[in-house]
């Protein structure tokens, strides 16, 4: 049974920091690219962060994605050994408040659905919300 389990949500204050944390399991190979979307009710789901799969003779193109308005206080990492991502999410803006989901998607590459069709990502988490006072 495939399975993705998030951690780290949580409320703030505009300044602060908080990690969100997901594990994956069930999935019959690491062969994935795993990210991270955001959704608040009423708006689109819109890609946040993006590990394509990194792999010795896979893909050399495999890279790190951000949405504009988080670059240079979002850090996103893989953990390829363990199927595990996180997001550490620094100097957080109220404008961040929203629901964070870990998604995961088979294939090296897949900068294309992170960007424009999030929905073709196989397997979700089921979301934390985030909220960072102002």
């Known amino acids: 049974q495939v399975r993705l389990v998030e951690s780290g949500g949580g409320a703030v204050q505009a300044g602060g920091s908080l990690r969100l944390s997901c594990i994956a399991s069930g999935f019959r190979s690491i062969f994935n690219c795993m990210g991270w979307f955001r959704q608040v009710p009423g708006d689109d789901r ?32 893989r953990d390829n050994a363990d199927n595990a991502a996180s997001l550490q999410m620094n100097n957080l803006k109220h404008e961040d408040t929203s629901r964070y989901y870990c998604a995961v998607i088979p294939g090296a590459l897949c900068y294309e659905a992170f960007l424009k069709e999030p929905a073709k990502f196989t397997h979700w988490g089921d979301g934390l919300q985030v909220t960072v006072s102002p």
Do not use: I, N
Not at 49 to 74: I, M, N
């Open 46 to 77: 819109e890609g946040v962060a993006l590990t394509e799969f990194h792999g010795e003779g896979v893909d050399e193109r495999a890279g790190v994605y951000y949405k504009r308005s988080v670059g240079g206080r979002f850090v996103s990492s």
